[in-house]
């Protein structure tokens, strides 16, 4: 049997216990240090968006920034952060959201795009899906176009997906 996955996706290890015992992280650091590995992964997660008109990135914080700005780059699109309580000047608008070992809270500049903006929503791995449903929440809010999500890694067994609304796309490069 051949490997479905591409050879940049064996840089992903599996780090046990973190952030809470029981949690199995995907961590993709060592993908993040070898740049042909980023550059692929990054085209990999573009491709299904290139021809939408993107015309910002929502990228979820912390890992979600990174993927988010290089797709941002590769689309020719601006970025956006969402972030946790706290971290954004000005006003902010924020949303609450439950985690599979707890909640937390998470927020965007108030007007940080004007209404009716095309925007893709990025974060590095879809598990239950509470963090990306916020993150559309606040998109709403923002009164932005919805273009759908990505994310590099979704982990199959813990039913994120099934929180993501139907019709609207979401685009997952590695299924684990």
Same mark, same amino acid.
């Given at each position: 049997?051949?490997?479905?996955?591409?050879?940049?996706?064996?840089?992903?290890?599996?780090?046990?216990?973190?952030?809470?015992?029981?949690?199995?992280?995907?961590?993709?650091?060592?993908?993040?240090?070898?740049?042909?590995?980023?550059?692929?992964?990054?085209?990999?997660?573009?491709?299904?968006?290139?021809?939408?008109?993107?015309?910002?990135?929502?990228?979820?914080?912390?890992?979600?920034?990174?993927?988010?700005?290089? /797709?941002?780059?590769?689309? $020719?699109? *601006?970025?956006?952060?969402?972030?946790?309580? %706290?971290?954004?000047?000005? =006003? @902010? !608008? #924020?949303?609450?959201?439950?985690?599979?070992?707890?909640?937390?809270?998470?927020?965007?500049?108030?007007?940080?795009?004007?209404?009716?903006?095309?925007?893709?929503?990025?974060?590095?791995?879809?598990?239950?899906?509470?963090?990306?449903?916020?993150?559309?929440?606040?998109?709403?809010?923002?009164?932005?176009?919805?273009?759908?999500?990505?994310? /590099?890694?979704?982990?199959? $067994?813990? *039913?994120?997906?099934?929180?993501?609304?139907? %019709?609207?796309?979401?685009? =997952? @490069? !590695? #299924?684990?």
């Amino acid at each position: 049997m051949t490997n479905p996955y591409p050879h940049w996706a064996g840089a992903i290890r599996d780090v046990a216990d973190f952030p809470r015992p029981g949690i199995r992280f995907k961590d993709i650091t060592p993908l993040l240090a070898d740049a042909d590995g980023f550059r692929a992964a990054v085209a990999a997660m573009a491709d299904p968006w290139r021809a939408a008109g993107v015309q910002a990135v929502l990228g979820v914080e912390a890992r979600g920034f990174i993927l988010g700005a290089a /797709l941002a780059l590769e689309l $020719g699109a *601006g970025f956006v952060p969402v972030r946790k309580p %706290g971290k954004l000047p000005g =006003a @902010t !608008l #924020a949303q609450e959201y439950a985690l599979e070992y707890g909640s937390d809270r998470i927020e965007v500049c108030a007007g940080a795009i004007a209404p009716g903006t095309r925007v893709l929503l990025i974060d590095d791995v879809l598990a239950t899906g509470g963090t990306l449903a916020a993150a559309l929440l606040l998109a709403r809010r923002l009164e932005a176009e919805v273009l759908g999500a990505a994310v /590099l890694v979704e982990l199959d $067994g813990l *039913g994120g997906r099934q929180r993501w609304p139907d %019709g609207l796309p979401l685009q =997952a @490069t !590695l #299924a684990y």
